[in-house]
């Protein structure tokens, strides 16, 4: 189960880097650790979205807090960037996948994937701020 949520990690993260490099036509922005860290904080938020959606709907069930801490937030944001590393970033393995991905030749499946990814995690938390009001 791990390696399957690894996998769909990296490629969501592979998706999101071909986008910004199909996309940036200044060659200034190239360098690729302006371009990996800029992914990283846009994933690392989009997880940290993920998880307070989750923080919100388990409240609502649960009813313990009427308005759920900043301090909450940023511990989730903590664990978010916790995912992020393990999955991603420990030991290079976007990079490992990278290549894998780049032998499949379709770069274009990635993209939509990403995007994909990125609309149901923004409907999710629209949905948990329905239920938890």
Request: hydrophobic letters at 50%.
């Amino acid at each position: 189960m791990m390696k399957k949520i690894e996998y769909f990690l990296n490629m969501v993260h592979y998706g999101v880097y071909l986008f910004h490099s199909k996309i940036d036509v200044n060659p200034d922005h190239k360098d690729e650790m302006f371009i990996s860290r800029g992914i990283g904080l846009w994933f690392v938020g989009g997880i940290n979205l993920i998880l307070f959606s989750i923080c919100l709907i388990i409240n609502k069930i649960i009813g313990v807090y009427k308005n759920i801490s900043f301090g909450v937030f940023m511990f989730l944001m903590i664990v978010a960037y916790g995912i992020n590393y393990y999955f991603i970033d420990r030991k290079d393995k976007h990079l490992i996948y990278a290549k894998e991905f780049e032998k499949e030749g379709k770069p274009w499946k990635y993209i939509l994937i990403s995007f994909g990814f990125m609309i149901a995690y923004i409907l999710f938390f629209i949905f948990s701020l329905k239920v938890a009001v």
